[in-house]
């Protein structure tokens, strides 16, 4: 059971696997308010950044449920790398359906919210899992300007233009759930380029490396189209942030 292959090759030298900043990881942690002791749950929680500077930063303990093997692998080294190996703990699985049985304080997916089949059905799993009080994290796409056309949306990797919201909608689409959003923090589009450039180096120096693999032609395809695509798509029209909740 793993994550498709060419996500293990395009964001193999990711440590954060998905358009945040080690800064912007930072100011959402600050902004929390964590208290040392906190409990967090991460759900999709890829090579286990966001647990792992935060049980060094705050003093939280954590819990990671991530599909790929290679990612949950590098999560486990990060953390004896940072010293917090007795802090955070990493599961290699599926994280649907997965609820923690001590409640946690702050309960997060970011970036991963098909797990929960969509942001409405991702919220309501962590909420299983949340104490009275607690924090719900959503990492989700927005647009950051309408696109246009329908194509606009297919080169910014979208089905089409309703798979994503406006931010203001986004933003009341999660009072219509019945939250209330109580912090944000936003990826502007340096942050977009750490994410999306960084694969460019990853791809290339992986084809050098593996000339004859059966993905070598998909590889190849992608690193020669990848950087005009998204310039001219992701970069100007998707928007990334993650928002905090309170049930109200
Ligand atoms: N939250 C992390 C990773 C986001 S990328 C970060 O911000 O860095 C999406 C992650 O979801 C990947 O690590 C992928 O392996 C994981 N994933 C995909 N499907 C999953 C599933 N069903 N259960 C758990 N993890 C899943």
């Not at 990492?139 to 194509?151: D, I, K, S």
């Not at 606009?152 to 919201?165: E, Q």
Request: glycine share 10%; charged share 25%; net charge negative.
């Amino acid at each position: 059971m793993d994550i498709p292959r060419i996500f293990t090759i395009t964001e193999s030298a990711h440590r954060i696997h998905d358009p945040f900043s080690p800064a912007k990881l930072a100011t959402l942690g600050a902004a929390l308010r964590l208290e040392p002791g906190a409990r967090v749950l991460d759900l999709g929680c890829g090579s286990g950044e966001m647990l792992c500077t935060w049980a060094r930063d705050h003093g939280i303990v954590g819990t990671g449920v991530d599909l790929s093997e290679l990612f949950t692998r590098q999560a486990k080294l990060r953390a004896e790398e940072l010293g917090v190996a007795d802090r955070v703990r990493f599961i290699h699985g599926d994280a649907a359906g997965f609820v923690l049985d001590e409640k946690a304080d702050v309960a997060a997916c970011v970036g991963a919210t098909w797990i929960g089949g969509g942001a409405a059905g991702t919220i309501e799993l962590l909420a299983q899992s949340l104490r009275g009080g607690g924090i719900i994290l959503i990492g989700e796409p927005f647009w950051r300007q309408l696109p246009p056309t329908e194509e606009v949306a297919k080169g910014c990797g979208a089905g089409s233009v309703a798979d994503f919201l406006v931010l203001p909608e986004l933003l009341a689409s999660f009072g219509r759930l019945g939250y209330d959003v109580v912090e944000m923090v936003l990826a502007d589009q340096d942050d977009w380029d750490r994410y999306e450039a960084a694969k460019w180096l990853t791809m290339r120096r992986w084809l050098e490396a593996n000339p004859d693999d059966e993905f070598a032609a998909e590889v190849r395809a992608q690193l020669t189209a990848e950087p005009a695509r998204y310039a001219a798509f992701t970069r100007e029209y998707l928007g990334w942030g993650v928002f905090a909740l309170m049930p109200r």
